[in-house]
T-cell receptor
């Protein structure tokens, strides 16, 4: 079955430090991978996607993600975390239509 | 990207009544929309795929008679929770997606059944 996994329920980081939110995938064929962010009681906002091309993908709000085929990973990164980055982050994969989400990782950035 | 508007943002209803949630694609003609349900501190669970002009496709375990979906136009899909019960209380989110591009989500509807 096609799936994505987020091994960490929560990630804590101090403001100004780099952050990483992990995602691994299990997909047959070419993976189409996404990162979304959700703030409390809100829908999901698109951050970035990997379809093809450069393994380092840059997205919104200073986030980037690195596609690693050998490790089947697509970790989300940011060089310097902000308190306002605190939210719920979802990794997702899509086939032709459906989005399959990971379980989500809560990011807490402390002042 | 596409702008998706979901209404209402929150609703409280009495047990046994029905609630309708609207999902509008404001700047994109969406032949397909998706409805998700999210429990507290959990991921999104796909409930059904809404197809314009035809019946929705429900995921396994989702009661089609309880969660009625209508996609009458290219810009509007509705989800009606019929005979709501407290266990239907949840956060419902719709989305629009084409092919393998990113999906665009509504702001969600918090349903509380009392």
């Amino acid at each position: 079955a096609q799936s994505v996994a987020q091994p960490e329920d929560q990630v804590n980081v101090a403001e100004g430090n780099p952050l990483t939110v992990k995602c691994t995938y299990s997909v047959s064929g070419n993976p189409y991978l996404f990162w979304y962010v959700q703030y409390p009681n809100r829908g999901l906002q698109f951050l970035l996607k990997y379809i093809t091309g450069d393994n380092l993908v840059k997205g919104s709000y200073g986030f980037e993600a690195e596609f690693n085929k050998s490790q089947t990973s697509f970790h989300l990164k940011k060089p310097s975390a902000l308190v306002s980055d605190s939210a719920l982050y979802f990794c997702a994969h899509t086939g032709f239509q459906k989005l399959v989400f990971g379980t989500g990782t809560r990011l807490l950035v402390s002042p | 990207g596409a702008v998706v508007s979901q209404h209402p943002s929150w609703v409280i209803c009495k047990s046994g009544t029905s609630v309708k949630i609207e999902c509008r694609s404001l700047d994109f003609q969406a032949t397909t929309m998706f409805w998700y349900r999210q429990f507290p501190k959990q991921s999104l669970m796909l409930m059904a795929t809404s197809n314009e002009g035809s019946k929705a496709t429900y995921e396994q375990g989702v009661e089609k008679d309880k969660f009625l979906i209508n996609h009458a136009s290219l810009t509007l899909s509705t989800l009606t929770v019929t005979s709501a019960h407290p266990e239907d209380s949840s956060f419902y989110i719709c989305s629009v997606k084409t092919g393998r591009t990113e999906a665009f989500f509504g702001q969600g509807t918090r349903l509380t059944v009392v």
